[in-house]
């Protein structure tokens, strides 16, 4: 098993910026690729960007050039950084692990990004 908890989350102006960390207990999931994923209210949950254990990422193409993922194996931690932030990047954010599986089967509780105009 494995936890996962997103901190860092807040209220921001438009044109600033967030890190959100994701922190993993329970077991390392240094071998894992690891996502954020957003939620926006009345909207469908979408993939924001990923990392894989080799650290190649991948990005919504929403999020190209303001936003960055990355890992701290040593913390079992990944980051997202967002800058540049926009009212329509309001949401949850979640980050999830893929653990012996394609599919992403662990998940965070969220954090709130609240980006105001």
């Known amino acids: 098993q494995v936890h996962l908890v997103e901190s860092g989350g807040g209220l921001v102006q438009a044109g600033g910026s967030l890190r959100l960390s994701c922190t993993a207990s329970?077991?390392?999931?240094?071998?894992?690729?690891v996502g954020w994923f957003r939620q926006a209210p009345g909207k469908n949950r979408e993939s924001v960007a990923a990392?894989?254990?080799?650290?190649?990422?991948d990005y919504a193409d929403s999020v190209k050039g303001r936003f960055t993922i990355s890992r701290d194996n040593a913390k079992n931690t990944v980051y997202l950084e967002m800058n540049s932030l926009k009212p329509e990047d309001t949401a949850v954010y979640f980050c999830a692990v893929k653990i012996n599986s394609n599919e992403f089967n662990y998940w965070g509780q969220g954090t709130q990004v609240t980006v105001s105009s």
């Open positions: 329970g077991r390392t999931f240094s071998s894992s690729t």
């Open positions: 990392i894989t254990w080799s650290r190649s990422t």
